[in-house]
């Protein structure tokens, strides 16, 4: 074969490599039970800061321009960490939480964490519902959150 030949094979492989691979990448969707899983041990780490009485590390999963709503609502980071940092004083942690329900968007971008508050006793006392962000490092961080009062069901 003749030089030219070799460098129009080279050329249509390179091109139906690049095409082969579009289309898988386009074709990819985030892998949501996946990505369920790690909000969730999310969750459980950011509700453990509570139990550990670790405020600092608390801080650590709000996003900058996060919302929580409570008896009034606190607008980013600052304003939530400055408003929660009175509940991780003293030995024993006021309330705690856990993850029942995580769902993911398909897009892998957003998710839904909900489950019971319970108070020091271990009687539960709320829900909480919490939205978390994906970022592009591939941690989460909270967005919003907002917890209710406990309606038990009749």
Do not use: N
Not at 11 to 29: F, H, P
Not at 64 to 79: I, M
Not at 89 to 99: D, I, Q, T, Y
């Amino acid at each position: 074969m003749q030089r030219g030949t070799y460098k129009w094979i080279a050329t249509l492989l390179l091109c139906a490599s690049v095409a082969v691979v579009s289309v898988a990448a386009a074709d990819s969707k985030p892998d949501t039970t996946k990505l369920q899983d790690e909000l969730r041990a999310t969750e459980t780490a950011f509700a453990k800061t509570m139990a550990d009485r670790d405020h600092a590390a608390f801080a650590t999963f709000i996003a900058d321009e996060a919302v929580f709503f409570g008896r009034k609502e606190l607008r980013g980071k600052p304003a939530i960490v400055e408003a929660w940092k009175s509940l991780y004083e003293g030995k024993e942690a006021p309330f705690s939480w856990r993850s029942e329900t995580v769902s993911v968007l398909d897009s892998g971008t957003l998710g839904l964490s909900s489950g019971p508050v319970f108070g020091p006793d271990g009687k539960q006392t709320g829900t909480f519902s919490s939205i978390w962000r994906h970022k592009a490092d591939g941690k989460w961080e909270i967005i919003f959150d907002k917890g209710c009062p406990y309606c038990p069901q009749q």
